[in-house]
Every structure is written in C-alpha cells, then in structure tokens.
C-alpha cells in the first residue's frame, strides 16, 4: 500500500485544484489524513516549497517513519531534478515542530542560492530518524563489528556511561538502514517524483550521527551517492575520546572503503565548541586518509568553525556551503 501523503505549501494547505495539479504531475493518488492530531502538529511549515509528506513509510528492513519530500514551488514533471537525501528529517525545515526549537533552514538556503543562480535543480528528500532506534541505526555497523569483543564492550558500557541511546541489538543496525535507503526508498521517489535517477546526481547528507551515517552511505553505496556532506561528524559515538576504540575503526574502515574521487565529492566540517569540541583530531586524521586517497579540493572540502555548537543553528548558518559544493552550478 502505498504511504499516507499530505501537502502542505507556505504556511497552508493546498488549494483543491493545486492538488489535482500537483496529483497530476507526479501519478499520486492523494490520501489526506484526518484526526491525526499528533502528526498534524509536527508537520512543518515552509518559508518556500512545498513539503509532500508520506507517512509512516513501511519497509522490510527498519520501523516506519514519515518522509518528508521538500519540493521548490516550481516544480514541474517536465524538468528533471537531482535528489539530496537528508538524515533527522525532523529537524530540518521549522523550529516550531523541532524538540529544541532549531531548524536547519534547509528550504530557505536552497531558495537563496536558486535566485542567485548558484545551484542545479533538486529535491530534499527528509528521512526522520528512528527515534529511540536513532543510534543504532546511524552508528557504521561494518567498523562496529571489526572491533574485537573487548573493545565491542568498552565501546556499549562507555555509551552508557556517557548517556547515548542503547544499541538495541547489541550492535548497530545501519546496514538493514542503508537497504532501506537504497532499495526501498529510493527507487520509490525516483518513480514518484521527476528525478535525476544516476549517482551523478544523488547526495546524502547529514550531521553528528547522521554524518556518520551519510558517510557510510557513500562508502558502502558509491554507485548510487555521488557526493556526502558530512557535518560535525561524531567520530567518538560515545560523546569520549577517552579510552575509546571507535574513531579508529571508522577511520580505519575510510581508508579502506573512501569510494573514488575521480567520481564523488566529500565535505566534512566541525565547531569547537560543546560535543564538536572532540572532533578535530580526528577530522584531521580523516582529512590525511582522503588526501592519500587522491582527494583534493575540487572533490574535497572540510571546514573548521570557530565558536559554533553541535546545534542546528550552527548548521543552518555554514549548510550553503556543502550544498554549493555538491550541487552547485559547473
């Protein structure tokens, strides 16, 4: 069956015809949910675009979740667009509906950058995160399970202690995450929507956790992401660097699985300041890896912002600058 879908453009509902129209240009039958006051209430609203919301989006590999598809409000299915797919959906477009109150603001910098000129055509495709699940699903399963059972150990008491999410199975379940991106959701907003369906034009993002998992992404998927950005990217998972083994798993997975960058972009950031106050001497190992690899600054970008928190609103100011970097005009 497919997924609930509800509409909503610029602080209000569609219009009927606009529905029809919209109906129309993407072969949706559309199902309005009603006396759903929950849902209602964290459905965002957008400065600019149009969000189609389906919800409770069943797949095989992980629990439901809404996926919210941001749409510019030009959007024809005679144009094709490039599609960036964004973690923590939740948080992305109205602080009003958000847990702290923050946004990334991602509807209003890719508005920016459209009347500038300065980017292709796309679509956020916005996956909220699994909740309470959040942490499995978004910790690199394949580094996780080179560690040796000590270190496993270590890595689940230390997390714990420092008051992240359990893992539910005793490991991370990210690649049962991937699959659903890849072969789930994927190949149904390519057929729903008018995308540009190749890896040339198919980006992933996200920050702390979600970063971790965009960069996994492109590492286990290189032929169907072309470019991840990466921001403040919680290479500790553990909020320590303290007698912590999982940096140099993950790094050591990079070196071995940094897909080629003859054919993807890069982009890793961080602050100094809160959480992001542990990343850089990782980022900077991270950085090293990628430069041996053949890296350089037309596929590879990374930022060090002083002052900035592991926020959103830290996010929201410096995300035009991946989004220019992978998808901006050649």
Not at 83 to 105: H, I, R
Not at 150 to 162: F, P
Not at 213 to 238: H, K, N, R
Not at 260 to 268: E, G, M, V
């Amino acid at each position: 069956m497919m997924p609930f879908l509800k509409i909503r453009i610029k602080n209000s509902f569609h219009p009927v015809k606009t529905v029809l129209t919209f109906c129309l240009q993407t072969c949706l039958f559309i199902h309005v949910m009603v006396g759903q006051k929950k849902d209602s209430t964290l459905f965002p609203n957008t400065v600019t675009g149009k969000i189609a919301r389906f919800g409770n989006f069943k797949s095989a590999f992980v629990t439901p979740r809404n996926v919210d598809i941001w749409l510019p409000d030009d959007y024809t299915s005679k144009k094709k667009y490039s599609v960036l797919y964004m973690q923590d959906g939740q948080m992305l477009f109205d602080s009003a509906t958000t847990w702290n109150k923050q946004e990334w603001g991602i509807d209003e910098t890719i508005f920016k950058l459209k009347k500038e000129n300065k980017i292709r055509d796309l679509i956020v495709v916005a996956i909220w995160n699994g909740g309470s699940l959040r942490y499995s699903e978004y910790i690199p399963e394949k580094p996780f399970l080179d560690l040796n059972s000590e270190k496993k150990e270590r890595v689940i008491v230390a997390g714990k202690k420092n008051g992240t999410k359990e893992l539910k199975e005793g490991k991370p379940i990210s690649d049962r995450y991937l699959k659903f991106l890849v072969s789930e959701l994927k190949p149904f907003v390519d057929k729903t929507f008018s995308t540009r369906t190749d890896q040339k034009h198919t980006f992933i993002a996200g920050s702390s956790k979600g970063g971790l998992i965009s960069m996994y992404a492109i590492c286990e998927y290189p032929g169907v992401f072309g470019g991840a950005a990466c921001l403040s990217t919680d290479w500790p998972v553990v909020y320590t660097n303290e007698n912590n083994p999982m940096p140099n798993a993950l790094l050591a997975y990079l070196s071995k699985k940094a897909p080629n960058p003859k054919t993807h972009k890069l982009y890793f950031d961080f602050g100094t300041k809160t959480l992001d106050s542990l990343y850089e001497i990782h980022q900077l190992k991270a950085d090293s890896i990628l430069y041996s690899k053949g890296y350089q600054h037309q596929n590879y970008k990374h930022g060090k912002f002083e002052g900035e928190k592991h926020w959103e609103n830290a996010w929201r100011k410096r995300f035009e600058i991946p989004l220019l970097f992978l998808l901006g005009k050649d």
